[in-house]
């Protein structure tokens, strides 16, 4: 409907008066819908534009945001850094240059997300531009030109039926790996760009795989509080001296794992080994006298976590083996120390059937005659697995279903079961990654993503922090570690010499 507001509200956005507008005053006919109202930005530089337009001089690192013209755009900034205004910023001058340039902006909060787009309403105020919100979006900014900036809720449904030609994720480190990889399917079609801006908060996730991935074509822009002269030297001190982990995060723009994880990041990457490498590690070592004790056989432990509906399952294998560490200068004997070296991760698909796990486990196994023992959690839609696995299994591996319980102790169960409280599981797995009795050689698949689910375990839980991330490849791990202990002791520090007093009694 062409009326009196309309026109008022075109004259408004093309700066032109109507000559007639006083004759068209009561004109309330139907007409075509209003075309798009072009208010391009003057023809200098967005430095230019943003220095004498919008009263904003950007220092060094800003400006290099600003005169980017990357299609994956990552910041990792300090707070009160100025990356929300820096982007606001460049949106605006993008959403002036193109007429219905679709932008969404995504964030762990809408609240969050609409500290942007405020920004970018108060830019545009200050051009003297008309503004108003997208029909239905509370937190939104429609230009004259018809091109939009939104927030977008975070939620694993906000991808359905949207398209962008800019997608901006603020506080990227907050933000899930399942609503980032929903949301940026968004720019898909359209060749768009995405820019990503955060302060660091965790060693995991996608803000911290893009920034560390120096394969893929992001344009990285690093800043910290050292750039910013501005911010109060005396709050710094006390920020550092009341929480340096913290301090850490926010204002040095380190991944400081926090202190509510039972991992880090260090330590899971200190038991990878180049190919080749024989460096001692590990804690109980075994003194071998010819003929009178025998060297302990290698051995392997495969760890089976069945997933439930939304879970991965996982098959994960564990090599016991002596190391020969050269002879005794006292008693002159031959030393050998155990070492657990992972040999295979293997996730399978969400929702695979539990016939095809069964198959699949069973091809992974070695047909050779080598003693080997199979752990299973067998809690849940284990049981019918565990029979299956029983009378198919050759005699040379030996099955233990484990049910996984949230006691203190270890319980033997009838049928052959064993319960084993999970935190105990965890915890052995840990002492073995500390001990550096567990290795694994470098380049392994799926290591990646085991690391990945260590650091994400709760100190106060052994459970993913808020239930975001699998722990499948954690826990199969876990079952095959906790075998090997149980069956060796000195894989662990606390249990210094050889695993079994009773097979090797003349040990020294």
Same mark, same amino acid.
């Given at each position: 409907m062409l009326t009196w507001p309309n026109l008022r509200y075109l004259a408004s956005a093309t700066g032109e008066v109507c000559p007639n507008a006083g004759a068209l005053a009561n004109f309330t006919r139907t007409a075509p819908q209003l075309r798009p109202v072009s208010t391009p930005v003057e023809p200098q530089g967005i430095l230019?534009? #943003? #220095?004498s337009k919008l009263d904003f001089t950007p220092s060094p690192k800003q400006a290099e945001i600003l005169t980017s013209e990357a299609k994956y755009l990552i910041l990792c900034c300090n707070r009160q850094w100025g990356k929300t205004t820096t982007i606001a910023a460049k949106a605006l001058y993008a959403a002036l240059q193109t007429p219905k340039l679709k932008i969404a902006v995504v964030a762990r909060s809408k609240e969050q997300a609409g500290i942007l787009i405020d920004n970018a309403t108060e830019f545009a /105020?200050?051009?003297?531009?008309?503004? +108003?919100?997208?029909? %239905?979006?509370?937190q939104s900014l429609q230009l004259p030109n018809l091109s939009r900036i939104v927030a977008v809720p975070h939620t694993l449904h906000s991808s359905l039926g949207r398209t962008a030609h800019i997608l901006i994720v603020d506080e990227a480190a907050k933000v899930t790996d399942e609503v980032y990889y929903a949301v940026s399917p968004f720019v898909s079609r359209t060749n768009g760009k995405i820019w990503l801006l955060s302060t660091p908060t965790r060693?995991?996730?996608?803000? =911290?795989?893009?920034? *560390?991935?120096t394969e893929s074509n992001w344009h990285r822009v690093f800043s910290n509080v050292e750039d910013c002269p501005g911010i109060d030297r005396d709050y710094l001190a006390m920020q550092q001296r009341a929480n340096p982990i913290r301090y850490s995060q926010d204002f040095l723009c380190q991944f400081v794992q926090p202190a509510n994880r039972l991992c880090s990041r260090e330590a899971a990457t200190a038991i990878v080994r180049k190919k080749g490498d024989n460096t001692p590690s590990g804690a109980g070592i075994m003194s071998y006298v010819r003929? #009178?004790?025998v060297i302990p056989e290698s051995k392997v432990y495969y760890g089976l976590d069945l997933?439930? +509906?939304f879970d991965h399952s996982a098959f994960v294998a564990v090599e016991l083996a002596w190391r020969h560490r050269g002879k005794d200068p006292v008693h002159f004997s031959e030393r050998y120390q155990p070492e657990l070296k992972i040999t295979a991760l293997t996730r399978f698909p969400v929702g695979l059937d539990y016939g095809k796990v069964h198959q699949m486990v069973l091809a992974a196994l070695p047909s050779a005659p080598r003693k080997a023992r199979l752990v299973i959690d067998a809690g849940g839609p284990g049981p019918p697995v565990v029979d299956r696995l029983r009378s198919a299994l050759p005699a *040379? /591996?030996?099955?233990? @279903?484990?049910?996984?319980? %949230?006691?203190? %102790? *270890?319980?033997?169960?009838? %049928?052959? =079961?064993?319960?084993? @409280?999970?935190?105990?599981? /965890?915890?052995?797995?840990? &002492? #073995? &990654?500390v001990a550096g009795t567990l290795i694994v050689e470098e380049g392994l698949p799926n290591w990646g993503q085991l690391v990945d689910e260590l650091v994400e375990l709760s100190a106060e839980t052994t459970h993913p922090i808020g239930g975001a991330m699998h722990d499948d490849l954690v826990m199969a791990l876990a079952l095959a570690v906790s075998a090997a202990v149980r069956d060796t002791p000195s894989l662990l520090p606390n249990h210094p010499g050889e695993p079994d007093k009773r097979t090797h009694p003349r040990l020294l």
């Open positions: 230019e534009w #943003a #220095a /105020i200050t051009l003297g531009l008309r503004t +108003r919100r997208v029909p %239905g979006k509370q060693q995991t996730g996608f803000f =911290y795989n893009f920034w *560390h991935d003929g #009178a004790t997933g439930q +509906r *040379h /591996i030996e099955l233990k @279903p484990v049910i996984i319980t %949230g006691g203190k %102790g *270890h319980n033997t169960l009838t %049928g052959g =079961y064993t319960g084993i @409280p999970r935190r105990s599981l /965890i915890s052995t797995l840990l &002492m #073995a &990654m």
